[in-house]
């Protein structure tokens, strides 16, 4: 035990005493909340831009329709004919000229837009629906049709929600669980990722120094793959609450000191997540239903499938490192790490967002490479008491055996120089 924490010790002294490690703790921060304010300002400077639109209404049933916005200025150039209006439309620089042919008949194909550059989605969007309605309103008219009954009889419903019990909940339960999960999920898989490739590339580097050849002469292999590993970890978590730390610091002074309020912007695309920023009965229903979650649970199940889903994971990139002499040579076994993450996240996002107790869910939630995400998804939901213990006996007997299997890979392998190994020639090494 003492030989492991003194191999603890070491790897943690080594990796936050370095210099990139120490520069890049401090950086980060700055890089990662300087991009955000960056985005938001080129956001904000986008929706800013000022075009001037002319349009040719052959119908004469439009030119009430085209109004002003602080986007956009519509110019009517009926009068002028369209070819007339095409000449004057880009001599005077215009962003476009919308062309509305006579024939209501026509007017669903060869409505034309002309000009220098191609509208963006929004812009034909919008041009789209001022017709469309305009023709679909003046369709009910000339059928005799009031419109004034047809907005009447307009009802919108908002289904209440509430379980057996009498509980209440909401539609927008969903959502808060869904994005609590899909955030524990993605910061998982990040964590694996980056310090993961740390471990490797320690190993990497000690073999390359043939360090590693006096150090296992006084340390099992095991003992040095495990204390890579938790020393990593404890590196990769001291960074990680420094970033934490210092991007809430930053976010607030910058905000306050340039004026810019990255969670708030203009014009957003998605009319939907602007419309629950505005209302203010729905951030109630949000901050009420994050009340709701099972923060207990939650956390528990959060710190058992980052530790579990980590330590599984860092071992199969320890025994990556030993099995190779350069971090080229490592590419060839990447998939079967990546695989499984990508495949969790994609299951995540897709089957436990849309039907959480599912088949697909609850199996993926269970099999150890891709527990770890997919449970963190599913948790949220209220998961049933069996499933989480049957997954986290599964991920601790998985490590284990991930352990088990990467110390006989990482025993023979560290002493291996000058030979790309073979996955052939890797089972080979389990049986020494």
């Not at 880009?90 to 409505?111: A, C, T, W």
């Not at 000191?257 to 602007?274: A, F, L």
């Not at 959480?356 to 939630?365: L, Y």
Request: charged letters at 20%; zero cysteines.
């Amino acid at each position: 035990m003492s030989v492991l924490s003194l191999i603890i010790k070491r790897e943690y002294k080594a990796r936050v005493r370095n210099k990139s490690f120490l520069i890049m703790t401090f950086l980060s921060p700055l890089i990662v909340v300087g991009m955000i304010l960056l985005i938001t300002y080129l956001t904000q400077l986008n929706s800013d831009t000022k075009r001037v639109i002319a349009f040719v209404d052959d119908s004469g049933l439009f030119e009430s329709e085209f109004g002003n916005t602080d986007q956009t200025t519509y110019i009517n150039l009926s009068d002028q004919g369209l070819e007339t209006a095409k000449e004057v439309s880009e001599e005077s620089g215009y962003f476009g000229l919308i062309h509305i042919p006579k024939n209501r008949e026509d007017m669903v194909s060869q409505v034309r837009f002309y000009g220098k550059e191609t509208p963006s989605f929004g812009l034909v969007d919008a041009i789209e629906e001022k017709i469309e309605n305009k023709l679909t309103n003046q369709t009910l008219i000339d059928n005799g049709i009031d419109l004034k009954v047809i907005e009447n009889a307009d009802t919108n419903i908002d289904l209440a929600i509430e379980n057996y019990t009498g509980e209440k909940s909401s539609k927008v339960s969903s959502w808060v669980k869904a994005g609590f999960g899909g955030a524990a999920g993605y910061l998982l898989m990040m964590f694996i990722i980056i310090y993961g490739n740390m471990v490797m590339r320690s190993v990497i580097e000690e073999k390359t120094n043939r360090i590693i050849e006096v150090i296992i002469s006084s340390v099992k292999p095991f003992q040095l793959m495990m204390g890579k590993i938790l020393g990593t970890t404890m590196a990769g978590i001291t960074q990680f609450s420094i970033w934490v730390v210092l991007g809430g610091i930053l976010l607030v002074v910058l905000q306050l000191i340039v004026g810019i309020d990255p969670s708030m912007t203009e014009n957003m695309t998605n009319t939907e997540v602007q419309e629950i920023l505005k209302d203010q009965n729905m951030l109630i229903q949000v901050i009420e239903e994050a009340k709701k979650l099972p923060l207990l649970q939650l956390v528990f199940g959060f710190l058992i499938y980052f530790i579990g889903g980590y330590f599984l994971y860092s071992s199969i990139y320890a025994a990556i490192g030993a099995a190779v002499d350069n971090e080229t040579d490592t590419q060839q076994f990447m998939l079967p790490i990546i695989m499984p993450l990508m495949l969790a996240i994609y299951v995540g996002f897709f089957a436990v967002i849309d039907n959480p107790h599912g088949t697909v869910a609850t199996v993926f939630s269970i099999i150890p490479l891709t527990s770890p995400i997919v449970m963190l998804m599913r948790i949220p939901f209220e998961v049933p008491t069996w499933q989480i213990a049957l997954s986290v006996s599964l991920l601790i007997a998985s490590f284990v055996f991930t352990v088990w299997f990467g110390s006989k890979i990482y025993r023979v392998g560290i002493l291996m120089y000058g030979k790309k190994p073979t996955y052939k020639e890797l089972f080979k090494w389990l049986k020494y």
